[in-house]
């Protein structure tokens, strides 16, 4: 097998893992090219981008697909409806020889025992190859064309269209096709001479690094690689960290004793740790496999004042009742606000799983809501733009009487006019920040 096709096959390989197994497709795709670590960084990224760009465009490509099959792409093995979308991917998007795209993609049909399927293959992609300047879209006007034109399932199109209206859904849609750069937040902390050895330490690898406006201490990098490699990573000196993750704990009220209930992997934590160093920070989440990830982390990042514990944030803990200061609950969210870095959370999304997520975002509340002191403040956060996981669950708690919407402290002048009562949604493609959502209520 020559190295092309092998490369691909690696990419096909792990496209129908995460798609078999219905895991996460970051993660899957981190394990396997720690795996093939030997392979050269071009090769690495070969992977990446077919594995991502296949996934984050996968509506597109089966419409592409269905355009020039008698067979629809849902009714199709999934192996090949995979390696076809992979093929149009290449073609479409990656500045690589369409013929190379074609011929492997036909020899990954053999390869996988569809020998008999190599020439429908074959067929598919020429076609595509001869007709790729011409293909025919959906109408602006037509139901489906925000859906197939950004590859987002129409139930989330429908949602964002209903409570932010087509142009601001448009501009989210198209950021989160966009979203090639990893935030990175510097320790605020480090000398003059650490700051610039870290910048160093980007370029002697060859990342990318702009500023975020307004934010000191973030960083856009692209073309970083594994951030696992960097020994400002390893030292403590810098953290995966986006603007509205960095914006909620800088608008965390002081207090001595701080509770951070869903804490996995640790980064609002170990934040806290450098913001409030004399306060006695508790870090929990559900498992012991989370909990290991927070005690790895705030060990590397030297946060000394983080005490780790196992807690359900759904269940009551009678020793926490009333006996904090700050209670902040990170929830989990559809992650509306990430589907730029997580492509695939947009395919798990049905009415089903939307009305569980509300429900346990609910539960979560009303139980650690009863750990805040009087006079003591909830901080809620979720990384969606869903009005109904924002606004909609704190309206809720504020209604029943013993919570008041508080002020943010922190708000720089590029969003300093988007505070809403105590609130504020960020939304991708809008702001320089993936999608997020804030507010801070004190209990009366």
């Known amino acids: 097998m020559n190295k092309d096709v092998e490369i691909r096959k690696t990419a096909l390989e792990t ?3 995460i798609e078999k197994n219905d895991s996460p497709s970051h993660l899957v795709l981190k394990d396997v090219l720690d795996k093939y670590d ?46 076809l979308e992979m093929g149009v991917y290449q073609i479409l998007y990656m500045n690589s020889y369409d013929t190379l795209a074609v011929n492997s993609s036909v020899e990954l049909a053999r390869k996988k025992g569809f020998s008999s399927l190599a020439g429908f293959v074959n067929a598919i992609l020429r076609n595509i190859v001869r007709n790729k300047d011409n293909l025919k879209y959906p109408d602006i006007k037509d139901k489906n064309y925000l859906s197939v034109k950004y590859s987002m399932p129409q139930i989330i199109v429908d949602l964002l ?70 020994d400002s990573f390893r030292d403590g000196k810098i953290y995966i960290q986006d603007v509205g993750s960095y914006m909620l704990v800088k608008n965390v ?14 980064g609002k934590s170990i934040f806290l740790s450098e913001i409030y160093p004399d306060a006695k920070i508790t870090a929990c989440d559900i498992s012991e496999e989370k909990t290991s990830r927070i005690k790895e982390n705030i060990e590397r990042c030297h946060a000394l004042n983080v005490d780790v514990q196992i807690s359900d944030a759904t269940v009551f803990n009678p020793e926490f009742k009333e006996a904090f200061d700050v209670v902040l609950s990170d929830v989990p969210c559809s992650g509306l606000g990430v589907i730029g870095k997580k492509a695939d959370i947009k395919y ?68 300093k006019d988007r ?26």
């Open 348 to 415: 798990r999304l049905t009415e089903e799983s939307l009305k569980s997520i509300y429900e346990l975002q609910r539960n979560i509340l009303d139980n650690v809501s009863k750990y805040v002191k009087k006079g003591g403040f909830l901080v809620y956060s979720t990384c969606t733009v869903n009005k109904k996981e924002n606004e909609e669950q704190v309206e809720r708690l504020v209604s029943d009487g013993l919570f008041e919407y508080s002020k943010l402290k922190f708000l720089p002048d590029v969003i």
């Open 38 to 83: 030997y392979l050269s960084k071009t090769e690495k990224a070969l992977i990446s981008t077919i594995v991502k760009g296949s996934i984050e465009r996968r509506i597109e490509l089966d419409y592409v697909i269905d355009s020039f099959s008698k067979t629809p792409s849902c009714k199709m093995k999934m192996p090949i409806r995979i390696i």
């Open 253 to 266: 009220p002081d207090g001595e004793k701080i509770l951070d209930t869903c804490a996995a992997p640790g």
């Open 161 to 230: 269209t209903d409570q932010y209206g087509n142009d601001n859904t448009e501009k989210m849609l198209k950021a989160s096709l966009e979203s090639d750069y990893v935030r990175v937040r510097i320790k605020e902390n480090l000398t003059d001479v650490d700051k610039e050895n870290v910048l160093k330490e980007f370029a002697k690898r060859g990342a990318e690094v702009i500023k975020t406006e307004g934010f000191d201490f973030l960083l856009n990098v692209k073309g970083m690689g594994n951030i696992g490699d960097y």
């Open 15 to 17: 496209l129908i893992q």
């Open 419 to 444: 505070e809403n009562n105590g609130c504020l949604t960020l939304m991708q493609g809008i702001d320089d920040s993936d999608g997020f959502f804030m507010a801070v209520l004190k209990r009366i």
